[in-house]
């Protein structure tokens, strides 16, 4: 047999990797190991389990971070549902008079399939993102059956208007206790199932046979490495927003310096290993979700604030770099369609830092556990001028921004829960919904960077989730899900998609494994 470049005859194996002489051991018992402990690795396990699997999950992160960047998540799901009759079978313990007084309207798949549409400006993979759209509900259904718990999300997806809860930007549902409870309810279940998980076990590479397909992991474990086999691996492990090296090279220029929202541990170790073993580059390489995310955050997550460093209040305010200038237009859509691009413009700027500002009519919309939780940077004062001066901004300048700005504020009801064409005229950039007045004291002000949540650019997949090698045909035993899938989204990203991506593509990835390779004994 011919070796590929760079790798090395090991056995009957080839091995991938960055090991290369050290002695091993065989790990011998598993029908499918998934590599990789978010929502979409459990998704994968628990779906293979289902169907009678021996499932071995390994993850690189030791225990205290368990989850990836799912744990950092708030926890929206989205999904086509028929309104609230048809997502009460999935509520844990509803509130019964507050669900009387919702308003949810229906959200079809057609709806989903054109929200992906719009955002990535038709660039995204149809088939993939039509089975996202179509299966959403349905998938939704599947991990309630499982052991994910779910909740309205009245604190982030809804207001109160005359006496009811409205809710907007087709997003409804989560899970209960965010990223947090997800975790630790994929973890119960899948202790209950029998999938066993091993954290502190980086995988560094994967194990060919002779025709290319994957027979196994080597791990970095305690003694050393260690090869496991099995005839089916599931990588989920992420993309390549904690490396900043790959970020420099794929996303551009300064996007070193972005912070990191969720784990330290997505370093695009699976893309690289998949790529390495034959598989098709795919998606959008250079694009990415990242938002406004609070100035002094640290390097990389915070597992106890998690979610709590966004600021997405930005739609009911203003947006302004160091320079005192508006940038972009806060009130171009729903929170849920321009957040996750935003971040990139917000590191465009000088310094790479900007500040949202509101006022006290605003400030009853801002959702108080990120912009009033312990640790939050902000400052106040009852005039602009003062504002500008406890942020060390120049105060011309800031004071003009928003004086032109309060002079371009056309006429019309204000309603947050609707694009309500409140805007404004003669100024650019324009503020197309939700433009008021920035005139009522005190003023509030946040700083805020960029924070990358995960890169778009991975491996390509059929729709059974098997990963695909650039000719298009399987890499056989290789299946993916989750961040390192390619092709799913483009520029931008509608909210709470990516955990249903996951899932939904986590499951058929598990249903396919065993299908297509028998579990042995």
């Not at 250079?286 to 406004?292: E, I, L, P, Q």
């Not at 503020?431 to 890169?455: E, R």
Request: with cysteine; net charge negative; charged share 25%.
């Amino acid at each position: 047999m011919q070796c590929q470049p760079g790798v090395r005859e090991r056995g009957r194996y080839r091995l991938v990797s960055e090991v290369r002489d050290s002695a091993v051991s065989d790990g011998g018992a598993w029908d499918v190991i998934v590599v990789g402990g978010g929502n979409a690795g459990f998704s994968a396990a628990h779906a293979a389990r289902e169907r009678g699997a021996r499932v071995l999950l390994v993850e690189k992160a030791p225990r205290a971070w368990a989850g990836g960047n799912s744990y950092f998540t708030a926890g929206a799901v989205r999904t086509a549902h028929g309104g609230v009759a048809d997502l009460e079978p999935l509520l844990s313990g509803p509130d019964r008079e507050r669900l009387a007084r919702t308003d949810l309207d229906p959200y079809s798949a057609e709806e989903f399939r054109a929200d992906l549409a719009k955002v990535s400006r038709g660039r995204a993979d149809t088939e993939l993102t039509g089975l996202l759209a179509e299966e959403s509900r349905e998938v939704i259904g599947w991990l309630h059956r499982t052991g994910l718990r779910f909740e309205l999300m009245y604190h982030r997806q809804a207001y109160e208007v005359d006496g009811r809860f409205r809710f907007w930007g087709g997003l409804a549902l989560g899970v209960v206790d965010g990223g947090k409870g997800m975790i630790a309810q994929h973890l119960a279940a899948a202790a209950k199932s029998g999938v066993e998980v091993r954290f502190d076990t980086p995988v560094t590479g994967l194990l060919t046979g002779a025709a290319g397909e994957v027979r196994g992991v080597v791990v970095r474990g305690a003694e050393g490495p260690e090869e496991l086999t099995a005839p089916a691996v599931i990588l989920t492990s992420g993309g390549f927003e904690a490396n900043p090296q790959m970020r420099a090279a794929h996303l551009g220029s300064g996007w070193d310096l972005a912070l990191v929202r969720g784990t330290p541990y997505n370093t695009g170790d699976g893309i690289r290993m998949a790529i390495e073993a034959g598989a098709q580059p795919y998606g959008n390489w250079s694009g990415c979700h990242s938002v406004a995310w609070d100035a002094e955050a640290p390097a990389t997550g915070d597992l106890e604030r998690t979610n709590q460093l966004t600021r997405g209040g930005y739609p009911f305010g203003l947006v302004v770099n160091a320079e005192g200038r508006r940038f972009v237009d806060e009130g171009a859509d729903f929170r849920n369609y321009t957040y996750a691009k935003y971040g990139a413009e917000i590191l465009k700027q000088p310094g790479s830092t900007a500040v949202q500002l509101f006022d006290a009519k605003a400030a009853p919309l801002l959702r108080p556990e990120e912009y009033e939780s312990e640790g939050v940077t902000r400052f106040s004062s009852d005039t602009l001028a003062g504002l500008a001066k406890e942020l060390g901004m120049e105060t011309t300048e800031l004071v003009a921004t928003v004086e032109e700005f309060n002079a371009s504020v056309t006429g019309g009801r204000f309603d947050p829960t609707v694009k309500d064409g409140k805007r404004t005229e003669g100024i650019s950039p324009a503020k197309s919904n939700w433009a008021q007045p920035l005139d009522t004291p005190p003023f509030q002000a946040y700083p805020v960077t960029c924070g990358i949540t995960f890169t778009f650019g991975g491996v390509r997949i059929d729709p059974e989730a098997r990963v695909l090698d650039t000719t298009g045909r399987q890499v056989p035993g290789l299946y993916a899900a989750g961040e390192l899938v390619g092709g799913l989204f483009y520029f931008n990203y509608p909210g709470g998609s990516g955990l249903t991506a996951g899932s939904l593509f986590g499951r058929r990835a598990g249903y396919a494994a065993v299908a297509d390779r028998a579990p042995r004994g």
